[in-house]
Protein backbone atom coordinates (compact mmCIF):
# COMPACT_ATOMS: atom_id res chain seq x y z
CA UNK A 1 0.00 0.00 0.00
CA UNK A 2 1.05 3.94 -0.59
CA UNK A 3 -0.14 6.54 2.12
CA UNK A 4 -1.09 9.59 0.12
CA UNK A 5 -1.33 13.27 2.03
CA UNK A 6 -2.79 15.90 -0.33
CA UNK A 7 -1.67 19.86 0.16
CA UNK A 8 -2.19 23.26 -1.08
CA UNK A 9 -6.09 23.61 -1.87
CA UNK A 10 -7.87 26.62 -1.10
CA UNK A 11 -10.00 29.80 -2.28
CA UNK A 12 -8.91 31.14 -5.88
CA UNK A 13 -10.99 34.36 -8.17
CA UNK A 14 -11.78 33.18 -11.40
CA UNK A 15 -8.64 33.28 -13.49
CA UNK A 16 -6.18 32.29 -10.87
CA UNK A 17 -3.86 29.84 -10.41
CA UNK A 18 -3.46 26.57 -7.74
CA UNK A 19 -0.76 23.89 -7.38
CA UNK A 20 -1.37 21.08 -5.64
CA UNK A 21 1.14 18.25 -3.65
CA UNK A 22 0.46 14.54 -3.38
CA UNK A 23 3.33 13.28 -0.94
CA UNK A 24 3.69 9.48 -1.48
CA UNK A 25 5.17 7.25 1.37
CA UNK A 26 5.25 3.51 2.05
CA UNK A 27 5.58 0.77 -1.43
CA UNK A 28 6.57 4.36 -3.48
CA UNK A 29 9.00 1.93 -5.13
CA UNK A 30 6.00 0.33 -6.92
CA UNK A 31 4.19 2.81 -8.34
CA UNK A 32 2.99 2.20 -11.51
CA UNK A 33 0.82 5.67 -12.52
CA UNK A 34 -0.35 8.30 -10.22
CA UNK A 35 -3.24 10.44 -10.86
CA UNK A 36 -5.78 13.22 -10.10
CA UNK A 37 -9.83 12.85 -9.59
CA UNK A 38 -11.78 15.65 -8.70
CA UNK A 39 -15.05 15.38 -7.30
CA UNK A 40 -17.79 18.31 -7.62
CA UNK A 41 -20.74 18.69 -4.77
CA UNK A 42 -23.65 16.46 -6.47
CA UNK A 43 -21.28 14.85 -8.64
CA UNK A 44 -19.13 11.21 -9.84
CA UNK A 45 -15.56 11.93 -9.63
CA UNK A 46 -14.18 12.74 -12.47
CA UNK A 47 -10.90 12.07 -13.95
CA UNK A 48 -8.30 14.99 -14.21
CA UNK A 49 -4.75 14.29 -15.31
CA UNK A 50 -2.45 11.28 -14.50
CA UNK A 51 1.11 10.46 -15.24
CA UNK A 52 2.97 6.85 -15.82
CA UNK A 53 5.79 7.13 -12.90
CA UNK A 54 8.39 6.02 -14.74
CA UNK A 55 7.92 7.36 -18.40
CA UNK A 56 6.43 10.26 -17.34
CA UNK A 57 3.84 9.57 -19.58
CA UNK A 58 1.18 12.32 -18.88
CA UNK A 59 -2.69 12.74 -20.14
CA UNK A 60 -5.24 15.17 -19.14
CA UNK A 61 -9.19 15.74 -19.46
CA UNK A 62 -10.40 17.54 -22.22
CA UNK A 63 -11.55 20.19 -19.31
CA UNK A 64 -8.31 20.76 -18.30
CA UNK A 65 -6.08 20.43 -21.26
CA UNK A 66 -3.60 23.53 -21.84
CA UNK A 67 -4.44 24.76 -18.01
CA UNK A 68 -3.65 21.54 -15.98
CA UNK A 69 -0.01 21.06 -15.67
CA UNK A 70 1.00 17.12 -13.75
CA UNK A 71 4.35 16.68 -13.00
CA UNK A 72 6.20 14.23 -10.69
CA UNK A 73 9.51 14.30 -8.27
CA UNK A 74 10.68 11.01 -8.11
CA UNK A 75 13.45 11.53 -5.34
CA UNK A 76 10.55 13.25 -2.85
CA UNK A 77 7.88 10.85 -3.95
CA UNK A 78 5.43 13.95 -4.73
CA UNK A 79 3.03 14.28 -7.27
CA UNK A 80 2.12 18.26 -8.67
CA UNK A 81 -0.61 19.33 -10.05
CA UNK A 82 -0.23 23.20 -11.26
CA UNK A 83 -3.78 24.56 -12.18
CA UNK A 84 -3.85 28.16 -14.29
CA UNK A 85 -6.75 30.16 -15.62
CA UNK A 86 -9.07 28.82 -12.60
CA UNK A 87 -12.54 28.74 -13.56
CA UNK A 88 -15.68 28.29 -11.46
CA UNK A 89 -16.67 24.97 -12.22
CA UNK A 90 -12.85 23.59 -11.15
CA UNK A 91 -14.61 23.96 -7.50
CA UNK A 92 -14.21 20.41 -6.42
CA UNK A 93 -12.56 18.37 -3.58
CA UNK A 94 -9.41 17.02 -5.88
CA UNK A 95 -8.26 13.48 -4.46
CA UNK A 96 -4.68 11.78 -5.60
CA UNK A 97 -4.58 8.18 -6.12
CA UNK A 98 -2.19 5.68 -7.28
CA UNK A 99 -1.46 2.28 -9.10
CA UNK A 100 1.38 0.04 -7.77
CA UNK A 101 2.61 -2.03 -10.08
CA UNK A 102 1.46 -5.64 -10.43
CA UNK A 103 -2.42 -4.65 -9.19
CA UNK A 104 -4.64 -4.38 -12.25
CA UNK A 105 -4.65 -1.77 -14.66
CA UNK A 106 -8.11 -0.43 -16.53
CA UNK A 107 -6.62 2.97 -17.91
CA UNK A 108 -6.75 6.66 -16.78
CA UNK A 109 -10.24 6.77 -16.72
CA UNK A 110 -11.36 3.76 -14.40
CA UNK A 111 -10.96 4.99 -11.05
CA UNK A 112 -10.74 0.76 -10.46
CA UNK A 113 -6.96 1.41 -11.72
CA UNK A 114 -5.83 3.06 -8.44
CA UNK A 115 -5.76 1.08 -4.98
CA UNK A 116 -4.65 3.89 -2.87
CA UNK A 117 -5.91 7.34 -2.24
CA UNK A 118 -5.18 10.73 -0.59
CA UNK A 119 -8.00 12.32 1.76
CA UNK A 120 -8.87 15.51 -0.69
CA UNK A 121 -7.87 18.59 -0.65
CA UNK A 122 -10.88 21.83 -1.38
CA UNK A 123 -10.26 23.72 -4.44
CA UNK A 124 -13.10 26.52 -4.68
CA UNK A 125 -12.89 29.01 -7.21
CA UNK A 126 -15.46 32.18 -7.28
CA UNK A 127 -16.95 33.72 -10.20
Known amino acids: QVQLVESGGGLVQAGGSLSLSCAAS????????MGWVRQAPGQDGAFVTG????????TYADSVKGRFTISRDNAKNTVYLQMNTLKPEDTAVYYC????????????????????WGQGTQVTVSS
Open 26 to 33: GRTCSTYA
Open 97 to 116: AANLEGTTWYGFSSKASFGS
Open 51 to 58: IIWTTRYT
